[in-house]
Nanobody, 122 residues
């Protein structure tokens, strides 16, 4: 089993920055990918980006690529989402996910954190 704990959410004004963290514990040796999702407008969670643990290769959603950065610290089993230039439309619940393959689709991830709220005011 793997446990994921997010932190770093909060309330900021437009243009501000936040860094989300997600620390994994438990049996993490089989995890090959960690990612960030947000609740999004529809029924499916929207993929924000992910990182392949082995080589650190990242993919980030086109609409936020110039403002959001995903990184990892393997020694700490921690995933980060650096968010700059935040806008009100970025307000959402953000979730950390981990699994055996990288995908934009939430169903490919086996483990999820509890979520951390990001609120951006105009």
């Amino acid at each position: 089993q793997v446990q994921l704990v997010e932190s770093g959410g909060g309330s900021v004004q437009a243009g501000g920055s936040l860094r989300l963290s997600c620390t994994a514990s438990g049996v993490t040796v089989n995890l090959t990918c960690m990612g960030w999702f947000r609740r999004g407008p529809g029924e499916e969670r929207e993929g924000v980006g992910f990182i392949r643990k082995g080589d650190g290769r990242t993919s980030v959603l086109d609409s936020v690529r110039d403002r959001f950065t995903i990184s990892q610290d393997n020694a700490k089993n921690t995933l980060y989402l650096e968010m700059n230039g935040l806008q009100p439309e970025d307000s959402d619940m953000y979730y950390c996910a981990a699994g055996r393959r990288c995908s934009w689709y939430s169903e490919w991830y086996d483990y999820w954190g509890q979520g951390t709220q990001v609120t951006v005011s105009a």
